[in-house]
């Protein structure tokens, strides 16, 4: 009879501590997620990392994928993708896929596309048409970012509901007519002031730059042809010629770099009106 006794108050107190154990694992819990929340991830990732080391089973992958969370929110990407991994493998398919895409995620803002590639394509697409049309955007990132820009449209052509035709349409027409996506030419820029100084940097826009280019080799020729009257030619080519075949070939590498720099220029601007259109709602599509 007190042998049983016994038994029932260790029961009790088992219970009841395990009850109150709960209780303070969720508030814990609750109290991390709640600094997460309002940005400060110092706080969350110390007190996720504590109910880490007291893991409670089931808790361990949803545990992971938050202190992954807080690690790429605060900017420390190798650690958080190391946790995004350690998640993966223990989650459910939704938590590891969630897992994934949050990966992906900071390898694109890492500007790590090919590796962003890798993870996509391990990944299979859900047969949630909001899941496949959102990793199919994150596949045209990718793609853009590696400047291949006919993957980055068909990517980005699936991430549209098919009923959709006006975005369709504005799509194919930034990646398939919108001249920003190849202007300016380098190539010709570098041709263009080769054959006229300073007809470079005008193609490319850069009129300031053209002027220069342009005043300066017209006033070495000047100088030039001032000395050969004076003197002689070969007196002239020995004092200007020098001159003039380094400001003028400068001039022509020069132009091929604005060039350059202007079309990654359209390129961002270009980018930044394909984000747009995704951003603004579109109707769920009702087949993957």
């Known amino acids: 009879m007190m042998l049983r006794r016994i038994c029932t108050v260790l029961l009790i107190s088992f219970l009841t501590a395990s009850a109150a154990w709960s209780q303070n694992w969720q508030q814990t819990q609750d109290f991390a997620q709640a600094a997460l929340d309002r940005g400060d991830f110092k706080t969350a990732l110390l007190t996720f990392q504590r109910l880490?080391?007291?893991?409670q089973g089931g808790n361990k992958a949803l545990i992971n994928f938050q202190i992954a969370r807080c690690y790429h929110l605060g900017g420390k990407l190798?650690?958080?993708?190391?946790?995004?991994?350690?998640?993966?493998?223990?989650?459910?398919?939704?938590l590891a896929q969630q897992a994934v895409i949050g990966k992906i995620g900071l390898l694109l803002s890492g500007r790590r596309f090919n590796e962003a590639l890798a993870e996509l394509y391990s990944l299979e697409f859900s047969t949630a048409p909001r899941d496949t049309q959102r990793l199919a955007f994150f596949e045209g990132l990718a793609h853009f970012g590696n400047m291949d820009f006919n993957e980055a449209h068909l990517a980005f052509s699936k991430a549209l509901p098919k009923e959709d035709t006006l975005a369709r349409n504005e799509l194919n027409y930034f990646f398939l007519e919108d001249k920003r996506l190849h202007s300016?030419?380098?190539?010709?820029?570098?041709?263009?002031?080769?054959?006229?100084?300073g007809m470079g940097q005008f193609y490319a826009g850069d009129v300031k730059n053209g002027l220069n280019s342009l005043a300066l080799s017209a006033g070495l020729v000047a100088i030039a042809v001032n000395i050969a009257a004076t003197y002689s030619l070969f007196d002239a080519g020995l004092a200007v010629v020098p001159w003039l075949q380094r400001y003028y070939l400068g001039g022509t590498e020069k132009a091929k770099i604005i060039a350059e720099r202007k079309r990654l220029e359209n390129r961002?601007?270009?980018?930044?009106?394909?984000?747009e259109l995704f951003s603004?709602?579109?109707p769920s599509s009702s087949g993957s």
């Open 52 to 55: 880490a080391f007291f893991n």
């Open 78 to 94: 190798d650690l958080a993708a190391r946790y995004y991994d350690n998640c993966f493998y223990i989650a459910d398919d939704s």
């Open 184 to 197: 300016p030419n380098p190539k010709l820029a570098h041709t263009l002031s080769f054959i006229v100084p």
């Open 268 to 275: 961002a601007a270009l980018y930044n009106d394909v984000l």
């Open 280 to 282: 603004t709602p579109r």
